[in-house]
C-alpha cells in the first residue's frame, strides 16, 4: 500500500514499521512466531466526522494479497487528502474469530483488528477468497457472522474465490454472481446448475456484490467509493494508484470462459493448461508431460469427451481469444495474432475466416461500411 515519506515511523524496540492512518505493521524478524506480520485497519477516526464508507474484511486462509490490497488502497487513498491515510472518509478493519494471523496465497501475513461482534457496524461486509483447495469454507463461527450481517441489510462482498465461500454458506441463493474466467469451470463443477458471469470484471445484484479479483477489487472499491463518497474520491484514489479511470461493473474480464464443456477431470486440466499458454502455444505432448498422461491418453480423453482432437480445442482457444480481442479491444490485428499464438496477422487471418467467415479486419468494420462494400454504387447513364 501506498504511503508518504513522513507516514514512516520506526519502533526500534519492537522492530516494527508503522504506516500512519492506516496503522498497518510489518514486523522484521525479531517476531518469530508470525514470521511477516501485517496488522491492516482503518478502524480510529480523526476529528468527530463519522466515516461514510465502513468496511469489515474477512480474510480466508491463503487468501488472494493482490485483491485485499487493492480494494484497501483505493478506500486509504480516498479517505483522507492526499495520501495521509488517516480513515476520515472511509475506515477498513479485518475481523476474525480467533484473531489468529491469517496467512496470504504469497506467504505474507495479516493479524486481523477485531473479532467479528456486531456486523451492523460496518456498511459492507467484504470476503476475499483464496486458493481453491485449502479454503473449503469459513467456519460456522463466520457463517453466523455473514448470515447476521444478510438478515441485517448489510451487503456482502465476495472477492476472488470469496464468491464460493459466500455460496457454500447459503448466501448467494438466487443472486448473479461473479468469478474470474480462470476459476468458471471451478464453479460449475462444485454448484451444479448455476452459471456464473465471467466475462464482466465485477456483477452488482442488490445486495450482493461480486468481483474476479486482482485489479477488479480496485474498481469494486471505486464503485463504492463513488456511491458513499464521491466520484471526486473514487478518480483519486484510482489515479494515485496508477490505474486509469474507473470501469463499469460490463467491463470484460482479460481472459475469457472457455466454450468447451466437459465433466472429464483430464480434459478439463488440459484445457485450463492451454488457456494459460494461449500466447506460446506448446505441444499436446508437453501438455501430457505437465499432467503426468500420455499424448496417447489426452487424445482419446479428448475424442470421447469433445469428439475433436487436443491440436484443433486448442487452436479454437486461440481464435476465440482472437475473436474476442477484436471485438473487446482496440489492439492491432498484428498484436492480437502475437497474444494469441500466431506467427503473424497473415496466418490469424487465414485461420480467422476458416472460422469465423471473415477477417479480423472485416469483424471489426462497422456493418454500414461492409453493405456498401458489398452493393455497388450504380451511376446515372
Known amino acids: ?41 482503518g478502524a480510529g477516526k480523526s476529528g468527530h466526522e463519522k466515516p461514510r464508507l465502513s468496511v469489515g474484511f474477512i480474510l480466508a486462509k491463503r487468501f488472494t494479497l493482490c485483491a485485499f490490497a487493492n480494494f484497501v488502497d483505493v478506500l486509504r487513498l480516498a479517505a483522507d487528502e492526499g495520501d495521509r491515510s488517516r480513515p476520515i472518509l472511509c475506515n477498513w478493519t479485518v475481523v476474525s474469530d480467533t484473531m489468529d494471523p491469517v496467512p496470504s496465497s504469497s506467504g505474507i501475513i495479516v493479524q486481523p483488528k ?36 444478510a438478515e441485517a441489510g448489510i451487503p456482502l462482498v465476495g ?43 465485477f456483477v452488482v445484484d442488490r445486495d450482493r456484490l461480486t468481483c474476479s479479483g486482482g485489479v477488479s477489487s480496485a474498481h469494486l472499491a471505486a464503485y463504492l467509493v463513488d456511491k458513499h463518497v464521491g466520484r471526486a474520491q473514487a478518480s483519486k484514489s484510482l489515479h494515485i494508484m496508477i490505474i ?15 466454450d ?20 506460446t502455444p506448446i505441444s499436446v505432448q508437453e501438455i501430457a508431460r505437465r499432467m503426468g498422461n500420455s499424448k496417447r491418453q489426452i487424445e482419446r480423453h479428448f475424442r470421447l469427451s469433445l469428439d475433436t482432437s487436443p491440436q484443433v ?41 476458416r472460422r469465423y467467415g471473415c477477417t479480423p479486419q472485416e469483424l471489426r468494420r462497422p456493418v454500414s461500411d461492409q453493405v456498401s462494400d458489398a452493393v455497388p454504387v450504380l451511376e446515372e447513364a
Not at 456486523?119 to 477468497?129: A, D, L, T
Not at 486509469?244 to 472457455?258: C, F, H, T, V
Not at 464443456?261 to 480434459?267: E, G, S
Request: with cysteine; glycine share 8%; proline share 4%.
Open 159 to 201: 472477492i476472488c474465490t470469496g464468491a464460493f465461500l459466500l455460496h457454500r454458506a447459503g448466501l448467494l441463493d438466487g443472486y448473479r454472481c461473479c468469478v474470474s474466467w480462470f476459476h468458471h469451470s471451478d464453479f460449475i463443477e462444485q454448484f451444479e446448475g448455476l452459471d456464473p458471469v465471467a466475462d464482466q470484471i
Open 244 to 258: 486509469d479511470d474507473a470501469l463499469q461493473a460490463e467491463k470484460p474480464q482479460p481472459g475469457i470462459p472457455l
Open 313 to 353: 480445442a486448442f487452436l479454437n482457444i486461440r481464435l476465440d481469444m482472437a475473436h474476442h480481442l477484436m471485438e473487446k479491444s482496440q489492439k492491432s490485428v498484428a498484436q492480437v495474432a502475437v497474444d494469441c499464438g500466431f506467427c503473424d496477422s497473415s496466418h490469424l487471418s487465414r485461420m480467422f475466416r
Open 260 to 279: 468447451l464443456k466437459t465433466q472429464d477431470p483430464i480434459v478439463q486440466r488440459a484445457l485450463l493448461i492451454m488457456q494459460q499458454n494461449i500466447d
Open 114 to 149: 477485531e473479532r467479528l461482534g456486531d456486523p451492523r457496524r460496518f456498511n459492507y461486509i467484504v470476503v476475499v477468497g483464496g486458493l481453491m483447495e485449502e479454503t473449503p469454507n469459513l467456519g460456522s463461527a463466520y457463517h453466523k457472522f455473514l448470515h447476521e450481517a
Open 1 to 41: 500500500m501506498f504511503a508518504s515519506k513522513r507516514d514512516y515511523r520506526y519502533d526500534k524496540d519492537s522492530n516494527l514499521v508503522r504506516i500512519g492512518g492506516s496503522r498497518a505493521m510489518y514486523s522484521g524478524s525479531q517476531n518469530a512466531k508470525a514470521g511477516r506480520l501485517a496488522n491492516v485497519t
